[in-house]
């Protein structure tokens, strides 16, 4: 049985934040991504490019707005605006990309997050869109015994909060990826696969299959619990990020193939 389907594999256009400052050069790069093979696209660290500019250039290459990620700001005082730009894109899945600085500090923090988007949540749900949360190292720093993921886990909705791991920084965190994919079945549509090498004592980013995360098991796991969508991000690259982008997919069209 195949792990996944290529039509699944999506573009983080973060990966390519250098290249989506206007709208030619995201059509430009969209363009660029639709050749690599690449049939859809996460929406995020684009310049400020009309929405529906990027709905054109997108249905143009024929290129899927699988999930987006939205600054927290917009979540809490633009949120009807945010609501119209994802129905209008046909675009279920609106990310958080990170938790903001004044709610790290510990247990309280990550709860009243965990409260605040179910609210945030609910109106989402309400408009047939889902809010998925997107980690980074610092939650899998404990507080009270539990890590800050535990804690955002166990105090949002299930029903209106889901999230969007992050395969590096999980293992950066010091956590296993395969563990939290399980522990968060149900709650995860989208998630994001990304390597990790080390370069002398340090690690890095590297394109999937450069590294040393066990993708076939994440991607095993991911199947199992209903994953919809594989979202390829490298935060840095060693050279073209367009290069980076197709060593990726490449790599994960062989293993959707089990080649």
Not at 28 to 45: E, F, N
Not at 175 to 183: L, N
Not at 227 to 235: A, C, H, I, P, T
Request: charged content about 25%.
């Amino acid at each position: 049985m195949n792990l996944l389907n290529r039509k699944q594999i999506a573009a983080q256009l973060y990966t390519l934040r250098n290249f989506t400052r206007t709208a030619e050069e995201f059509d430009a790069t969209m363009k660029r991504v639709k050749q690599i093979g690449y049939d859809a696209v996460q929406v995020s660290g684009t310049g400020p490019i009309a929405p529906d500019d990027i709905q054109q250039i997108c249905e143009t290459e024929q290129l899927t707005i699988c999930a987006t990620h939205i600054p927290f700001d917009r979540l809490v005082n633009d949120l009807d605006n945010v609501i119209k730009q994802h129905q209008s894109w046909n675009c279920r899945y609106v990310g958080l990309g990170a938790l903001p600085s004044e709610y790290r500090g510990g247990r309280e923090g990550y709860t009243a997050m965990g409260r605040l988007m179910t609210e945030i949540g609910r109106k989402l749900t309400a408009a047939g869109l889902q809010l998925i949360y997107h980690n980074h190292k610092f939650e899998f720093e404990k507080f009270e015994g539990k890590t800050g993921m535990d804690w955002l886990l166990e105090s949002s909705d299930p029903e209106h909060v889901g999230f969007e791991l992050d395969t590096y920084w999980v293992q950066a965190g010091g956590a296993d990826p395969v563990e939290w994919i399980r522990k968060v079945e149900g709650r995860m549509k989208v998630i994001h696969l990304k390597d990790m090498a080390i370069v002398g004592d340090k690690q890095v980013f590297a394109e999937i299959g450069q590294g040393n995360l066990n993708f076939p098991a994440i991607l095993q796991a991911c199947r199992e619990t209903g994953v919809e969508w594989y979202v390829v991000e490298q935060d840095d690259c060693p050279g073209d990020p367009f290069d980076s982008l197709s060593i990726s997919y490449q790599a994960l069209s062989k293993l959707a193939n089990n080649e």
